[in-house]
């Protein structure tokens, strides 16, 4: 269909072409003619009038009841002719049907431009909704049409989201068996650490000293691991499913707050908690209290003893901003571009932990349409900014 339509397109655009210069042509032959004429009689009066003086007048009469039009030249310019008055009769109807054609032409023209402009600006559009459609998720086949101008835009753009697609596909293929084996060798963790565990009570009935308290805290460390990679394994998984629900930020800091009460208080670190008026968010209770309390964890941990983890809130017209800051020397600038990465340990990490507090924090709060970035204060210690946004 799209063929048949450039080839009419092309017709038009050809007939209209062909009308103008047809009526430009015309237009020139009659005025070539006229001037033809005119030199022809004008000579002609000039002889008559050489060789019988006494008939110049005579023969002017007779070339006044011809109707003067245009400027002339030569004998009977002298007398006020022109070419015009010495051309054929039709010379009118001759105008008229070139200003017709010459009309016809440009609408022909203008129809056939317009027509063209028409086709051009369905062609982006159906590509154009095309790609939004890709955007949102929702993109079909997109079929050829025919042959123009914008076919070979139209494959290439089919190739590389086809490409794209497929891409995508392996990427979620590849993090799916991640979240399997990571499960995997997570829950295969279970069983060397419950037989540890029970080893480990038997042998403090028995044995008494340093050693049984170092296998303790390994095995703590050990069972605290095992529970993140699973907890990570059904987030990269896709299962791990959180409520939206309306949640108070001053009642989301407090509890977070008070469940590292004990890893404060060994610390010798204070949260303040200032309440700014009820402002809420759209976010699951409990895991975002357990991201919000990796947060804090993770400032208490760089604060020096006796220092106080603050934290604000706020809400804007895009967004609610929740901030947590120490009063710690702040992040090292070689750090700040892995602090989320997974089992990644900054230089001023603390001891004993493994790496996942921070990832996974900012997978829950990016599931929950927030974001989350770290910096250091110009006033000095470091701190988090998270931003949930309303829509």
Known sequence: MTGKKNTALLLGLMLAVSLIAASVSALLTAGLESRLQFQTLS????????????????????????????????????????????????????????????????????????LWRR?????????????????????????QEGEDEFSKLQDEIYKTVTSLYQTRDAALEAKRSFADNLYNIAHQLKTPVTSISLSLQMLEKQVS????????????????LEEALLLLSRADAGTLLLARQDVDVFTLLTL????????????????????????????????????????????AEHSPAGGTVRCAYEREPL?????????????????MPYLFQRFYRGRNAAPGGIGIGLALAK???????????????????????IHFYCH
């Not at 086709?119 to 079929?143: D, M």
């Not at 000293?209 to 605290?224: C, M, N, V």
């Not at 349409?369 to 470091?382: F, H, K, L, Y």
Request: glycine share 10%; net charge negative.
């Open 119 to 143: 086709r051009q600006t369905e062609r982006i559009q159906a590509l154009t909704q095309y790609l939004q459609g890709v955007n949102a998720g929702r993109a079909g086949v997109l079929l």
């Open 209 to 224: 000293g340093q050693y049984p308290e170092q296998i303790e805290k390994q095995l703590s460390r050990l069972t605290h």
């Open 256 to 299: 977070a707050a008070d469940g590292l009460h004990e890893v404060m208080e060994e610390r010798g670190v204070s949260v303040d908690i200032p309440e700014l008026g009820q402002v809420r968010i759209q976010a699951d209770m409990e895991w975002t209290m357990e991201a919000v309390m990796n947060l804090l964890k993770d400032c």
């Open 363 to 385: 997978e829950i709060i990016e599931a929950q349409n927030g974001t989350i970035r770290a910096q250091n204060r110009p006033e000095g210690g470091g701190g988090f900014e």
């Open 319 to 335: 967004y609610t901003s929740i901030r947590i800051w120490d009063e710690g020397p702040g992040f090292a600038r070689e750090d």
């Open 43 to 114: 000579a002609l009066c000039g002889s008559v009038a050489q060789r019988r003086p006494d008939a110049e007048q005579t023969v002017l009469t007779v070339v006044k009841e011809r109707p003067a039009q245009e400027a002339g030249e030569g004998f009977l310019a002298r007398y006020g002719y022109r070419p015009a008055d010495f051309s054929q009769p039709g010379r009118k109807t001759i105008c008229l049907f070139i200003a017709a054609g010459s009309l016809a032409g440009a609408l022909l023209f203008a129809l056939t431009f317009i």
